[in-house]
């Protein structure tokens, strides 16, 4: 799989139920730090990388987020297309869904409610073993997360083993659309399916360069915000 990255999906149609109440009137990806929602953080490092087209998944509290697509993005330069659900689908199933939008080269996929400033052109231009079907960004376990997700050995191949050598899927990967044809959208969660392709020999990795953040919790979003106040401090 070479790096011929022309789209990117953003997973923006989480309920945020570990982020209540906050999540009872705010959609996850509309949280801020540092003068920006997460949303927009994410769609100026998709600018940076030149990406033609984005596709962002939406439900809880949608009408907000399209609102702010359409005042803050409006001149953006690259494609916007919403892939609304009616109610929220899991993670593989939202990118089944969006399937017709994701084109048939490889696709960059964001977790909706991550935050880093991790370089990911470097990251991104790069060549991939032709064996590769997802190639997975991956940070040293944080502490909320201590067993981690996946192993991964010199030669960057990614697989299953038991906690205390994984580290943390860090929401970022690029992925073949070969991997999504089979799917619909009730293929449920992508985390049991990276499993499969990772015993099956299919997924390639490499660590994420740069802070790295999960706000997932109101206490990580705090610990998001005052890193981001000290930075511009």
């Known amino acids: ?14 309920l945020g139920e570990r982020l209540k109440p906050l999540t009872d009137h705010t959609p996850k990806p509309l949280m801020s730090a540092g003068g920006l929602t997460l949303l927009d953080w994410h769609m100026l490092r998709l600018q940076a990388l030149n990406i033609d087209r984005v596709v962002i998944n939406i439900s809880h509290l949608a009408e907000q987020i399209e609102t702010h697509l359409k005042t803050k993005w409006a001149n953006a330069p690259f494609d916007i297309i919403v892939s609304r659900e009616p109610t929220p689908l899991e993670t593989a199933g939202g990118i089944a869904n969006a399937r017709p939008w994701l084109g048939d080269a ?10 880093t400033n991790a370089d990911l052109n470097l990251a991104l231009n790069r060549r991939w073993p032709q064996h590769s079907f997802a190639h997975l ?34 929401g970022l990967g690029v992925f073949s659309p070969a991997l ?12 049991p399916f ?24 109101p206490k990580r979003l705090r610990q998001w915000q005052r890193f981001m106040e000290e930075a511009s401090a």
Not at 142 to 168: K, M, N, Y
Request: charge should be negative; include cysteine; charged fraction near 20%.
């Open 194 to 217: 990276l499993r499969k392709w990772a015993m099956e020999g299919r997924v390639t990795g490499s660590l994420l360069d740069g802070c790295w953040f999960d706000v997932g919790t």
């Open 137 to 170: 960004f991956l940070v040293p376990n944080p502490r909320h997360h201590p067993e981690g997700d996946f192993f991964l050995d010199q030669d960057g191949r990614v697989s299953c083993a038991p906690p205390g050598l994984r580290i943390t899927y860090a």
């Open 106 to 115: 490889p696709f960059l996929i964001l977790n909706g409610d991550v935050w």
């Open 1 to 14: 799989m070479t790096q011929l990255i022309r789209t990117a999906m953003i997973l923006a149609a989480g």
């Open 180 to 191: 999504f044809d089979p799917l619909d959208a009730n293929a449920g969660r992508l985390g």
